[in-house]
């Protein structure tokens, strides 16, 4: 059962779209007020014909926010008052239309305005009929949301107001409730903590049209920067040339660099303030010796031989000078991986490395899986399944919170 405190002091702001399942939202209310919340809901027009808005007030103790003006008075509802207000704007239900509008931004009643003004994360749980809810216009429409950020509380199957079976119920509140702790728990848990992470390639620069490089596109490390923001973390992200369509959450600091010297000398500034770091760019081992500062022409050339010097190993050297910070690099091995994921975590001085072997096919460059194993300075070895780089991202947080003891 759940404590009855557990989202004291939190501000929610409820959207209700209208379908069959609004009844349960009278039941979510209740549960959200006894675990400590304070809430305000919003309605659509077409929420407020399946249960009256008197209903949502009574209960919630405050007017329900549905039109934009108070008919007599002309008072004006300001939507991005409430964005300011709420620590997390829950949609339940979320029906297939008022989906397709938070994903294109049709801002045609408050709820959508209020969405589209939220400083506050966004967790929606769907509710539709099991055909409208594996259209592919709708799972579109997810997709845009979760990359969004837009926190999603699958629907379940079962018996349907449409008398069908199938996927598409709101889940129940209870789960939903249980959803709206969990997200409060994991945004606290990393707060007031410094994390540095780098991440995608490096290219250095033969000239100013060509470079060395490699295929890293930099998503598990844009995953793990979104997942520590999103738990309150502080972050650095030491970004290499990615080509992302990424929304960051708002702490997290993004510095573009080029080349691995670049990378290194902003990771060695940030380092002393970090707490964690997590190195999973994929740094070039070598960059060109000299720099061509104008194109080198074909017809100069009889045949063209670079010469190479080594690149800073920023793992290995920030090892060195590490005193309080917590580490985590990877390793992508393709034979004898366990035995050499433990030599690389000894000489850069890891707490932790993250092995992704290059003979599975569901890890790896280019990918958005990746299956890995952790592997400790301590000993242990853990292998995880193949999952999304998101959920990878997850896993891997949950060591650094380990250490998060605030001692
Ligand atoms: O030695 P290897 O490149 O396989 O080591 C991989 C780990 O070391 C990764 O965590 C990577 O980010 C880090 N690394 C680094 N600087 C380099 C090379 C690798 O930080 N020059």
């Not at 305000?40 to 007017?63: D, H, I, R, W």
Request: with cysteine; glycine share 6%.
């Amino acid at each position: 059962m759940n404590t009855p405190t557990s989202l004291k002091d939190k501000k929610i702001v409820l959207g209700i779209s209208g379908g069959i399942a609004v009844y349960k939202t009278v039941m979510l209310l209740r549960l959200l007020q006894k675990a400590g919340a304070e809430v305000q809901v919003v309605m659509t027009p077409n929420a407020k014909e399946f249960v009256t808005p008197v209903t949502f007030s009574s209960l919630s103790g405050k007017p329900v926010v549905s039109e934009f003006f108070t008919a007599n008075s002309g008072e004006w509802h300001s939507h991005v008052d409430l964005g300011l207000w709420a620590d997390l704007m829950l949609i339940a239900p979320a029906t297939a239309s008022t989906m397709a509008k938070m994903a294109n931004g049709v801002a045609d009643n408050m709820l959508i305005t209020t969405y589209l003004s939220a400083k506050e994360p966004v967790m929606i749980a769907p509710a539709m009929d099991l055909d409208m809810w594996k259209h592919p216009s709708t799972q579109r429409n997810l997709e845009i949301l979760k990359k969004d950020g837009v926190m999603i509380v699958e629907p379940q199957s079962g018996y349907l107001a449409s008398g069908l079976t199938g996927k598409g119920r709101m889940a129940e509140p209870e789960d939903i409730l249980k959803s709206v702790e969990e997200y409060f728990s994991r945004s606290q848990s990393l707060k007031g903590k410094r994390v540095l992470v780098t991440a995608g390639p490096t290219y250095e620069n033969i000239d100013p049209v060509r470079f060395i490089g490699n295929y890293s596109s930099g998503r598990m490390g844009f995953e793990i920067a979104s997942e520590l923001g999103k738990r309150g973390a502080e972050v650095v992200l030491v970004a290499g040339p990615v080509n992302l369509d990424f929304n960051l959450g708002d702490n997290i600091k993004r510095i573009d660099v080029c080349s691995a010297k670049e990378m290194y000398e902003v990771s060695r500034k940030e380092f002393p303030e970090v707490d964690f770091a997590i190195f999973s760019a994929a740094v070039a081992d070598y960059a060109p010796e000299e720099y061509s500062d104008s194109k080198i022409k074909r017809e100069n050339l009889s045949n063209l031989t670079i010469k190479l010097k080594r690149n800073p190993d920023i793992a290995a050297e920030l090892g060195k000078i590490k005193t309080r910070q917590k580490t985590i690099g990877f390793a992508l091995e393709t034979d004898n991986e366990i035995e050499n994921a433990k030599k690389k975590l000894i000489k850069k001085n890891f707490d932790w490395v993250v092995l992704n072997s290059m003979n599975d096919p569901e890890a790896g460059f280019m990918k958005d899986t990746n299956k890995i194993t952790m592997i400790s300075s301590e000993g242990e070895v853990l292998p995880f399944a193949a999952k999304s780089k998101k959920e990878v991202a997850c896993d891997i947080i949950e060591f650094l919170e380990r250490y998060n003891t605030n001692e």
